[in-house]
Nanobody
Framework: QVQMVESGGGLVQAGGSLRLSCTAS????????MGWFRQAPGKEREFVAC????????YYADSVKGRFTISRDNAKNTVYLQMNSLKPEDTAVYCC?????????????????WGQGTQVTVSS
């Protein structure tokens, strides 16, 4: 079992930055691919970014590429999402998730463990 807790959300003006953190506890969490997903009101959940356990491989949704950076510290069992140049359309609940597949993975249904989410609101 893996438990995941996100933090770092909040209210920020357009153009600002936030850094989200997700700390995992439990068995062998450092072996998993970690991902961030988001869901805005009235919209489906969408993939944001993911990072493999080796840290070498990362992948981003086109909508955040060049603005968001995913990273992880396996010693701390923590994954981060640095979000810069935020836009109002980035407003959503952001959730971290863990996939046992161990590879780049953008499909939510293949992530087994999920956090509760943290709200990010970007004002115009």
């Amino acid at each position: 079992q893996v438990q995941m807790v996100e933090s770092g959300g909040g209210l920020v003006q357009a153009g600002g930055s936030l850094r989200l953190s997700c700390t995992a506890s439990g068995r062998t969490s450092s072996r998993y691919t970690m991902g961030w997903f988001r869901q805005a009101p009235g919209k489906e959940r969408e993939f944001v970014a993911c990072i493999t356990r080796s840290i070498v491989n990362t992948y981003y949704a086109d909508s955040v590429k060049g603005r968001f950076t995913i990273s992880r510290d396996n010693a701390k069992n923590t994954v981060y999402l640095q979000m810069n140049s935020l836009k109002p359309e980035d407003t959503a609940v952001y959730c971290c998730a863990a996939s046992t597949a161990g590879i780049i993975n953008t499909t939510a249904s293949t992530y087994y463990y999920w956090g509760q989410g943290t709200q990010v609101t970007v004002s115009s």
